[in-house]
């Protein structure tokens, strides 16, 4: 090699390494990047929300990726996709990007920020600086935190702010709140601006979250009341649940309702656990009873009578979807419904550890027809066919109460979960098949070895089985199912536990701690966190058993309340500070308007004597024969896995029903005429006992001194008996009976 040639090679090595120079030198002065410092502008900006450019046809001929989950595909639609028209390298101040941001130029989102803001000046400096894409140099952001995870306001008015900090993989932190998007929950308590600012608003409590990257926190704020007037009565308490509820209400400044009476507690408790009012001899017996514990004494003996077995596994076919109406594409899937209700009710009576029953669903293979457990492989089919991501999104939401659905394009907008977690728990589910059983009806559940796992929607990539939560994918050979049931049956699965203890908790006070109850996320907390923790963890003590921790939660003062709130409680509808009116549900109502009248119900293609709460709609022909009370008053049509799917909120159309319809007047003509109420008015002899004698049948307790009064004047001013057929209706269709208090 010539000196020539030594000297044109050292120039050239010194040019490309003053250029590296110059390059580290940039970076270290700060010249932004994209993934680190433009995405965070979009986010910020409301750019990539789902209103915007991050909707899934984008806008405007412009499409970004829903708050940001595909960095690549955004620097590429950003930079490439309109060179030097969004991005002018050469005149900043020209793009598009810049421009229309600003408003500069007409934009149908209208200006996002000033020309001289932060959010401004970094997108030029990057354009500028020749929108360099940053990929494989920025670590990940692994979590956000806010400065304070609680406050506490005396007064409406008061203010504070929140500064909300990002860690990244490399162990490095960046405040990064004026690029977070602030929220909150109940804007009445507490308001929080664009910067940060928390305002109290008036009494109450709710969450202000913070939003950055995939990331969202919350934090609990709390605005008193005032506390004139105000004295802690300090109520005793029955068990660890009590001191937990009452600890948050000291603090709200809430007072507790006293206790409610027996004859309340009675029927409460009967509805709740056994989906019937109770008897006249049940009531009667449970009156005469003066031992200390006999409302523990009546709540064990709820929990070990078939009703009990009978309603809670209704309640969970129910949420299972158990039905025979269109599962196989020809209406012929009753079959495997009263399968699964048989092996389900089955491990009900058992008291079989719920994980158990799940991990046994979860991993089933055999026939639809007399296998049970496979069941559920053909109830969560939507569309005739068994689809692997709506049966992982169901099954989430069933058993873990997380809804996955968003992360099926996009990665949680709400929630940590992304759509790696999404397919990964698809992945478990795209390896069951169904094939042609024994006959026509049946089909056999299956576990094919050669299923691929499921693709992501962005890349194409396979995504291996991995459980919520994991880093890495489940390893081994053979059926990844086993490892999900290996996880669902893990006592420390705070997923598991939190939800069935929510929902179970929700089933008897009325409203879940977290409410929905199947939507567990980031920015829906629990209303009262040490409460739930205390009652997931209890259940887990109990060997994840729902009779023990159903018993746990009837035996707390928490459920024995009286529905009458004390002025302190009065607004209150989410802390327990008193029991909450509840409309019985659809199947429930049928089920004590049949007991109290003594007069059957005849549902369609049911055998004689079914219970409305064993009832499974049936599908003959494509006609849906239901029922219509039913209907009328909200039973679950099992179309999804959601709790709002049944529904308990009154109507006039129920009304109506109660009033004129079929099923009240000829049930208490016929008691009148040869049944139960002309039997209480031969055996009694004075309108006084009559009167007493069918509250107790119909409400299961005696009348009040303004109520007896009131009705000894209509007997007098009416014929007897057909008085008292009124007065029997009246009670059967008024709240005190429609709802359980």
Not at 467 to 488: F, H, S, T, Y
Not at 565 to 583: E, F, I, K, L, N
Not at 593 to 608: N, R, Y
Request: charged residues 20%; aromatic residues 8%.
């Amino acid at each position: 090699m010539t000196t020539r040639s030594i000297a044109t090679l050292l120039t050239a090595v010194l040019a490309t390494t003053s250029v590296a120079v110059a390059d580290t030198a940039a970076e270290a002065q700060g010249v932004p990047g994209f993934r680190r410092d433009v995405m965070p502008v979009f986010f910020r900006a409301g750019c990539n929300a789902g209103t915007c450019h991050g909707s899934a046809r984008g806008k405007d001929g412009f499409m970004l990726s829903l708050f940001g989950f595909d960095a690549a595909g955004d620097y590429r639609r950003t930079v490439e996709e309109m060179p030097g028209r969004r991005v002018n390298t050469a005149v900043p101040e020209q793009s598009l990007l810049f421009l229309k941001a600003t408003g500069s130029v007409p934009h149908t989102g209208g200006k996002r920020f000033e020309r001289d803001s932060d959010l401004a000046r970094t997108l030029l400096a990057w354009i500028g600086a020749g929108a360099p894409d940053d990929v494989g140099s920025v670590p990940d952001v692994v979590g956000i935190a806010v400065s304070a995870p609680s406050l506490v306001f005396d007064e409406a008015g008061a203010a504070a702010s929140q500064r909300v900090t990002a860690t990244y993989a490399d162990g490095t932190t960046r405040d990064v709140t004026e690029l977070a998007l602030f929220g909150t929950n109940n804007p009445s308590v507490a308001d929080i601006d664009s910067s940060g600012r928390v305002t109290a608003k008036g009494p109450g409590d709710t969450t202000v979250f913070a939003r950055f990257n995939r990331f969202t926190v919350g934090g609990e704020v709390i605005v008193l009341p005032s506390a004139e007037g105000f004295t802690w009565p300090d109520p005793p308490v029955n068990n660890y649940i009590d001191p937990l509820v009452f600890a948050r209400l000291e603090k709200l400044r809430i007072a507790p309702s006293p206790l409610c009476d027996d004859e309340t507690f009675l029927r409460r408790v009967t509805l709740d656990l056994a989906a019937r009012p109770p008897s006249v001899e049940e009531y009667a017996a449970f009156m005469a009873d003066t031992a200390a514990d006999k409302r523990a004494k009546k709540i064990d003996a709820l929990l070990a009578s078939e009703d009990f077995t009978d309603y809670m596994s209704a309640l969970w076919g129910e949420l299972c979807r158990v039905g025979s109406n269109d599962y196989t594409g020809r209406g012929d899937a009753h079959k495997p419904a009263n399968a699964f209700m048989g092996w389900l009710r089955d491990q009900i009576a058992a008291d079989r550890p719920f994980d158990e029953v799940v991990a046994d669903m979860a991993t089933a293979v055999g026939s639809t027809n007399t296998d049970g457990q496979t069941g559920l492989y053909t109830m969560l089919i939507h569309d005739y066919a068994l689809n692997p991501k709506v049966f992982a999104s169901d099954f989430s939401q069933l058993f873990l109460g997380v809804r996955m659905q968003c992360a099926e394009c996009h990665n949680h907008p709400f929630d940590r979960w992304t759509m790696d977690d999404y397919y990964g728990l698809v992945s478990f589910f795209s390896c069951v098949k169904r094939k042609p059983g024994s006959d026509g009806r049946d089909r056999r559940v299956i576990f094919d070895p050669l299923a691929p796992p499921a693709k992501h929607a962005v890349d194409g990539r396979p995504v291996p089985a991995k459980l919520l939560g994991a880093v890495e994918p489940v390893g081994g050979e053979g059926d990844p199912r086993r490892a999900l049931a290996a996880w669902i049956r893990d006592p420390g699965n705070d997923l598991f536990n939190r939800n069935i203890a929510n929902r179970l908790w929700a089933h008897l006070l009325g409203v879940g701690i977290v409410e929905p109850v199947d939507d567990f996320r980031a920015t829906n907390p629990p209303a009262n966190g040490p409460l739930l923790d205390a009652l997931a963890a209890k259940f887990a003590e109990h060997g994840r058993r729902l009779r023990p921790m159903i018993r746990d939660i009837c035996n707390s003062r928490v459920y024995q309340l009286s529905v009458e709130p004390t002025p302190s409680g009065a607004a209150d509808a989410r802390q327990y500070s008193h029991a909450m009116v509840r409309r019985l549900r659809a199947d429930v109502l049928l089920d004590s308007i049949v007991a109290i009248t003594g007069v059957p119900k005849s549902l369609p293609m049911a055998p004689a004597g079914t219970k409305a709460i064993n009832y499974i709609v049936r599908n003959q022909y494509y006609q849906l024969t239901g029922d219509y009370v039913l209907d009328t008053f909200g039973q679950s049509g099992r179309r999804s896995v959601c709790a709002c799917d049944t529904k308990t909120n009154p109507s006039l159309s129920q009304v109506m029903h109660l009033f004129v319809g079929d099923t009240v007047a000829p049930r208490v003509h016929a008691a009148a005429t040869g049944g139960v109420l002309k039997k209480i008015v031969d055996d009694n002899s004075t309108p006084e006992a009559i009167i007493e004698a069918i509250f107790i049948r119909v409400l299961s307790r005696r009348p009040t001194s303004a109520e007896m009064a009131a009705m000894v004047e209509m007997v007098a001013k009416n014929d007897a008996p057909a008085i008292y057929e009124d007065i029997f209706a009246g009670l059967l269709t008024s709240s005190d009976f429609l709802f359980n208090r």
